[in-house]
């Protein structure tokens, strides 16, 4: 843990997408939970940015890993958009990328929105 932890996650208001930008850390997971459990309320099918998370820690998988499961609960699922090579090689290596969607930056805003794994 450093003292650059940070994240700031934005609601795109045209889109719902959740827009993550900083680390998903021990320290930073709580904000995620606290942006996202609204957003379920209105919309179980999440898409999340993670095109600006620059790092990931266990306790932030554990995150994406937790809104997911919350997420498929209510009937949604969660599409991350713009996963880095780095994010990708996490979810991979922890046997977890199946149970994502995926979008890249370019798709339309309700490609993949959300989609159950």
């Known amino acids: 843990m450093t003292t650059s932890d940070h994240l700031v996650v934005a609601i795109d ?11 998903l850390t021990f320290t ?17 099918r999440l898409v999340l940015d993670v095109s600006r998370v620059g790092f990931c ?3 932030g998988l554990s995150g994406l890993l ?3 499961r919350r997420a ?32 890249t930056a370019g798709e339309a805003p309700t490609a993949g929105r959300g989609e159950p794994a």
């Open 28 to 44: 930073t997971v709580g904000e995620l939970d606290r942006a996202l459990r609204p957003r379920l309320a209105v919309d179980p």
């Open 57 to 59: 820690d266990s306790a």
């Open 66 to 68: 937790g809104a997911r």
């Open 72 to 103: 498929q609960l209510v009937g949604g699922g969660v599409t991350l958009l713009g996963t880095s090579p780095a994010l990708a090689r996490v979810l991979r290596l922890t046997g977890v990328e199946s149970l994502f969607s995926y979008r």
């Open 13 to 23: 208001p045209t889109t719902g997408t959740a827009v993550l930008d900083g680390e």
